[in-house]
């Protein structure tokens, strides 16, 4: 959905679903929504929008009272400079450092490490 709508509509998709009572899981993808190119031409995605979209989705579910299933990411150990953001900060000029995808830009290791993180203390934190 992108990181400026999902909290607007994610909650009334929530609610109009559990009230047809569908069982579904659901799963949060936080990449190709916040796609974007830089000026130079890179396919990448910022660390901080992929964060926030992820938190509006728990959000979300804390707020209706449902399941937040699970949440896809591309991601990779490996040192590459593909998406922006992160503890490292990196920006436009960092990405031709090692951007080495093929298709769609990844988490780099430090990056990955930190969603993790950060997705433990959303479910910790969750009310259901």
């Keep these: ?23 579904v899981v659901w799963v949060c993808d936080p990449m190709h929504g916040n796609t974007f190119s830089t000026e130079n031409g890179h396919k990448t995605r910022h660390f901080d929008d992929i964060l926030k979209e992820i938190t509006a989705f ?8 449902t399941y937040p299933g699970g949440v896809h990411l591309e991601l990779t150990g ?6 922006l953001g992160g503890g490292a900060q990196l920006d436009a000029d960092d990405l031709s450092k090692r951007y080495e ?18 997705i433990a203390e959303l479910l910790h934190n969750s009310q259901l």
């Design 78 to 83: 490996d040192d590459v400079t593909e998406c």
């Design 101 to 118: 995808t093929m298709c769609d830009p990844r988490l780099n290791g430090s990056q990955s490490i930190d969603i993790a993180f950060r």
């Design 1 to 23: 959905m992108g990181s400026e709508t999902v909290s607007e509509k994610l909650p009334l998709i929530l609610e109009t679903v559990q009230e047809a009572g569908h069982p």
């Design 58 to 65: 728990f959000e979300a579910h804390n707020k209706v009272g």
